[in-house]
Nanobody
Framework: QVELVESGGGLVQAGGSLRLSCAAS????????MGWFRQAPGKEREFVAA?????????YYADSVKGRFTISRDGAKNTVYLQMNSLRPEDTAVYYC???????????????????WGQGTQVTVSS
């Protein structure tokens, strides 16, 4: 049974930084792609970033976060990170970690392609 547990959310001022963590357990993830999504109140869930667990260097970002957010993974700790810098009020949302049973990042922005989800962590950016 795959389990994903997010942490690291909180309240931060605009321009500040947060690092989200996603602790993954239940199996080995070398054949997985890992993603971060977010959902703001009244809006649909949207893609943020994804990483190929095997390579670690194969990543993909939504245009809205490119250059500000960085996704990475630590294989030894079975953890995926989302470093968020230069935060904006529009980044306020519940952030979800997700796992997909493929190394490919094709169609990685579609949340229907992910097989496992965490419970989410709230990020609030004040202006």
């Amino acid at each position: 049974q795959v389990e994903l547990v997010e942490s690291g959310g909180g309240l931060v001022q605009a321009g500040g930084s947060l690092r989200l963590s996603c602790a993954a357990s239940g199996r080995t993830f070398e054949s997985y792609a890992m993603g971060w999504f977010r959902q703001a109140p009244g809006k649909e869930r949207e893609f943020v970033a994804a990483v190929n667990w095997w390579s670690g260097s194969s990543t993909y970002y939504a245009d809205s976060v490119k250059g500000r957010f960085t996704i990475s993974r630590d294989g030894a700790k079975n953890t995926v990170y989302l470093q968020m810098n230069s935060l904006r009020p529009e980044d306020t949302a519940v952030y979800y970690c997700a796992a997909r049973r493929t190394r490919s990042l094709m169609a990685t922005m579609d949340d229907r392609n992910y097989d496992y989800w965490g419970q989410g962590t709230q990020v609030t950016v004040s202006s």
